[in-house]
């Protein structure tokens, strides 16, 4: 029998222990349960180790939030390894750093509410489905078997306004790439230092220009992409797909 290898990721220990026994009376459901994402990471990577790597992992969407707090985008991508930066992470944060190490781990996020937004966040970050916590085990079951079989899963009621946000996303994508385009490859340059976080003084020595000549660059550069401020920039550059500069590279940058 092909036994289904599951990990539950959940910081409500309760909540966690219990669905992972439920999953465990399956005949052929082996299941383990993590309290945060750190330890998530660590079960993943001993497993994939051993040569029995986890097939699905079924992770809390407010993973790692203070309750209260307000969950917000994805902020980054959890590293695939070691414990620099892995504190608090939200769950969606966590598949997206999951599916960037481990793409064959399928990843389901649970959620206490229906967030048309969030799911789409999800979805983008590499979910293969939203489900509601207090879902049968019946339909989480059916949902773990599914994507198994590369299927994605939202619930019904969801399904228009997710579609909805993905388009949008997908608008906005497109509309920053175009303005992107529309730069001259040294003030490309300038953005992705920008995006790096430099200021004005930083890009003029990698760069090897004056300040004014900076000013005058990051000018056009706000200018052609229609914000008014550095941080706007960074934004629709990072919708853009335009990365940081590397910081390492100076010679190739004073080439050019």
Known sequence: MVRIRVLVVDDHRIFAESLAAALAAEPDVDVAAAGSGPAALRCLERAATEGRPYDVMLVD???????????????????????????????????AGVRSGQP???CVV??????????????????????????????????????LRDETHLPPALLTNVLRELTAA??????SERLVDSLTP????????????????????????SPH??????Q????????????AAVALARRAGVGPADLGDTEAVRVG
């Open 61 to 95: 969407a407010d993973l790692g939030i203070v309750a209260g707090a307000g969950a917000g985008p994805v902020a980054r991508a959890v590293p695939d390894s070691g414990e620099a930066g892995l504190g608090l992470v939200d769950g969606i944060s966590l598949v």
């Open 104 to 106: 064959s781990v399928h």
């Open 110 to 147: 649970l959620a206490e509410k229906d967030d048309p937004g969030r799911a789409a966040l999800a979805l983008q970050a590499g979910a293969s489905g939203w489900v509601a916590k207090d879902c049968s085990l019946q339909r989480l079951l059916a949902v773990i078997r599914g994507v």
């Open 170 to 175: 997908r608008k906005h994508r497109t509309d």
């Open 186 to 209: 040294r003030e490309l340059e300038v953005l992705r230092c920008m995006v790096a976080g430099l200021g004005r003084k930083a890009v003029a020595e990698r760069l090897f220009l």
């Open 213 to 218: 000549t900076v000013r005058t660059h990051m």
């Open 220 to 231: 056009n550069v706000l200018g052609k992409l229609g914000v008014h401020s550095t941080l």
